[in-house]
């Protein structure tokens, strides 16, 4: 199994995580998203999509980080990611999409980089477009999070799942462009539990090998 990563990729970051988590065996290959590795002829042969990340196993790619952590949860079941009820599963991928879907696209490289060329934005407005998005959505993921939360440590009851897998990679995005997290007390919280892991310190991005 190789994943295809980027260091300071939040969607790489969830992947690394939940193969932590699960204890899974993976090789790292490190893809340079800024001088635009991602777009070379020889990572689009084997992910059309030309994303970070992406997991080679068995001969088979598969592109975006939600497909293959559920990938990873159907073939590496223990540790569960997903609660056992359906309506508990429900909660935490409606909570993990809220990151991955409404958070992350209108955050993640290449729209700064239009926002920036050809759109003209300078580095201030750039900033405080991504600012924006990351108070809008955290702003409802603060609420669930209190509503739902077992212990104030992890987004759903007692346990990790993957609205935890999640939110601590746009979290340290948030703090990376200098986001004010302050009115997030529950989140704030919660990332604060889940980056004393293991799993979870082992995947952050200053602790890949492409970071240096």
């Known amino acids: 199994m190789k994943l295809y990563t980027y260091f300071r990729s939040s969607a790489a970051y969830r992947v690394r995580i939940a193969l932590n988590l699960k204890g899974i065996d993976c090789e790292s290959a490190p893809v ?14 084997r992910n059309p999509q030309g994303l970070i990340p992406a997991l080679e196993d068995g001969g088979a790619v598969i592109g975006q980080s ?16 997903l609660p056992r009820a359906t309506l508990d599963r429900a909660r935490v991928r409606s909570m993990a ?35 924006h ?14 509503r739902v939360s077992g212990d104030g440590r992890h987004m759903f009851g007692m346990e990790v799942t993957l609205a935890d897998v999640c939110l601590v990679p746009q ?8 986001c004010n997290v302050e009115p997030f007390p529950v989140l704030r919280a919660i990332c604060a539990h889940l980056e004393t892991l293991s799993p979870f310190a082992r995947a952050a991005p200053d602790a890949q090998p492409d970071a240096s």
């Open 66 to 81: 939600l497909a293959i952590i559920e990938y990873l949860e159907e073939t590496h079941p223990q540790p569960p990611l």
């Open 133 to 146: 998005w990351i108070a809008e959505g955290f702003r409802s993921l603060e609420e669930e999070a209190e």
């Open 32 to 45: 340079n998203l800024r001088p635009g590795a991602h777009r070379q002829p020889d990572y689009l042969a």
């Open 171 to 178: 979290m340290a995005n948030a703090r990376r462009f200098k």
């Open 97 to 131: 999409l809220a990151v991955a879907c409404d958070i992350h696209p209108l955050n993640n490289l290449r729209v700064l980089n239009y926002l920036r060329s050809p759109l003209g934005h300078d580095e201030a407005a750039v900033d405080t477009w991504y600012r």
